[in-house]
């Protein structure tokens, strides 16, 4: 079974400059999820899908941070315009029900 | 915050030790749930406890819940170096909103 994947792995922008990151689910996963982790932190989630429904983005910088999954399976996760703190690695998992989540490898953003 | 807590925050132990670290949250949960993660395996599912289980074992690994004092503990049996990892708690509460702990640094010394 493939994993989760997402691209690119790795992404280096100015500050103000907008970024885009992709992730795959494993296919017939339901839920899929969008982690920010910085250094040394554990992940934060930045917003859950139910298919291409929101079940929660409490914890999303809504004013420069959007996400949007189109027919329930792929995913992007949007920063625009990008500040210097959101240097971090972004990290898709998608799960069946929300129990056991696979994660992918992670995007790791420097913003300079 | 809802975050959960690990303690200690880094531990060092020697090949074939056992190691505990431990979880502590703040509100009622469905579930919870300890990952590790490391450079080269990335972000791992290790094993799920529900709020009505006690205890639970998976090959080297035992998980304890206590509802009641709102905390976890993870028990790594026989360390082994490939064991050396950060280890995480994530908590599922009510409307299934999803929280990592601060983790717990584990170092396995051959």
């Known amino acids: 079974e493939a994993g989760v994947a997402q691209s690119p792995r790795y992404k280096i922008i100015e500050k103000r400059q907008s970024v885009a990151f992709w992730c795959n689910p494993i296919s017939g996963h339901a839920t899929l999820y969008w982690y920010q982790q910085i250094l040394g932190q554990g992940p934060k989630l930045l917003i859950q899908f139910q298919n291409n429904g929101v079940v929660d983005d409490s914890q999303l910088p809504k004013d420069r941070f959007s996400a949007e999954r189109l027919k329930g399976v792929d995913s992007t996760l949007k920063i625009q315009p990008a500040k210097l703190e959101d240097s971090a690695v972004y990290l898709c998992?998608?799960?069946?029900?929300?129990?056991?989540?696979?994660f992918g490898p992670g995007t790791r953003l420097t913003v300079l | 915050s809802q975050q959960g807590e690990e303690d200690p925050q880094a531990l060092s132990i020697q090949e074939g030790e056992n190691a505990t670290m431990n979880c502590s949250y703040k509100?009622?949960?469905?579930?919870l749930q300890w990952y590790r993660q490391n450079s080269g395996r990335g972000l791992v599912h290790l094993i799920l406890i529900r709020s009505n289980e006690r205890e639970k074992h998976s090959g080297r690994l035992r998980v304890t819940l206590d509802t009641s004092k709102k905390s976890s503990s993870l028990l790594i049996t026989a360390s082994r170096a490939a064991d050396t990892a950060s280890y995480f708690c994530?908590?599922?509460?009510?409307?299934?909103?999803?929280?990592f702990g601060t983790g717990t640094s584990l170092t396995v010394i051959p």
């Open positions: 994530a908590t599922d509460f009510p409307g299934n909103q999803f929280y």
């Open positions: 998992a998608s799960s069946i029900s929300t129990d056991t989540q696979y």
């Open positions: 509100t009622s949960i469905n579930n």
